[in-house]
Antibody, heavy 117, light 110 residues
Framework: EVQLVESGGGLVQPGGSLRLSCAAS????????MSWVRQAPGKGLEWVAN????????YYVDSVKGRFTISRDNAENSVSLQVSSLRDEDTAVYYC??????????WGQGTPLTVSS | QSVLTQPPSASGTPGQRVTISCSGS????????VNWYQHLPGTAPKIIIY???QRPSGVPDRFSGSKSDTSASLAISGLQSEDEADYYC???????????FGSGTNVIGL
């Protein structure tokens, strides 16, 4: 089955760190750009980061630059988002997305991250 | 505040045509393809229009997209109850080197 499954979310204190992971299955993972998108409670969708097929190109939204790092392991068919120096405003459901702007776009079900003391 | 501007809500009776606008700038909509996503509560978002006006397989043909200069629109012709959802436009922004979403439009059936 073609799917993306996120994991790693949870409750973290402000200033803390966490690693979000996304396991891909059912398709040739190394052929696709991957993204992370988040949705804060009561808010709209916000793109967070992109990574190209071999990990050589990475882009981030300004609000997470220097704090979040996207990476991928094509051998393990996975993409990760290392989040650090967390703030209250990082509280959101984080979605893993394949080919965000193409017909082959595929979204995972999301993993919730709550930043709170 | 979102880079792409959408109305917060839109509504229509069953069977009616509903349109959603998305206003941007030369660095995003004016330079790159526009995509539209449908987000039903409790589910994963889904792309329903890509490349301004293309429908992925499986998306009903009552959904259509268009673009002109720095604006885009999504039309739902023949609104059905299952279309009640949040809709987001999105495009790559060359100035920000970022993928930007619109603020989202909640479509309500009357």
């Amino acid at each position: 089955e073609v799917q993306l499954v996120e994991s790693g979310g949870g409750l973290v204190q402000p200033g803390g760190s966490l690693r979000l992971s996304c396991a891909a299955s059912g398709f040739t993972f190394s052929n696709y750009w991957m993204s992370w998108v988040r949705q804060a409670p009561g808010k709209g969708l916000e793109w967070v980061a992109n990574i190209d097929q071999d990990g050589s190109q990475k882009y981030y939204v300004d609000s997470v630059k220097g704090r979040f790092t996207i990476s991928r392991d094509n051998a393990e068919n996975s993409v990760s988002l290392q989040v650090s120096s967390l703030r209250d405003e990082d509280t959101a459901v984080y979605y893993c997305v394949r080919s965000i702007g193409l017909s082959t776009s595929l979204w995972g079900q999301g993993t919730p991250l709550t930043v709170s003391s | 505040q979102s880079v792409l501007t959408q109305p917060p809500s839109a509504s229509g009776t069953p069977g009616q045509r509903v349109t959603i606008s998305c206003s941007g700038s030369t660095s995003n909509i004016g330079s790159n393809p526009v995509n539209w996503y449908q987000h039903l509560p409790g589910t994963a978002p889904k792309i329903i229009i890509y490349g301004n006006d293309q429908r992925p397989s499986g998306v009903p043909d009552r959904f259509s997209g268009s673009k002109s200069d720095t604006s885009a629109s999504l039309a739902i012709s023949g609104l059905q109850s299952e279309d009640e959802a949040d809709y987001y436009c999105a495009a790559w922004d060359n100035s920000l080197s970022a993928y930007v979403f619109g603020s989202g439009t909640n479509v309500i059936g009357l």
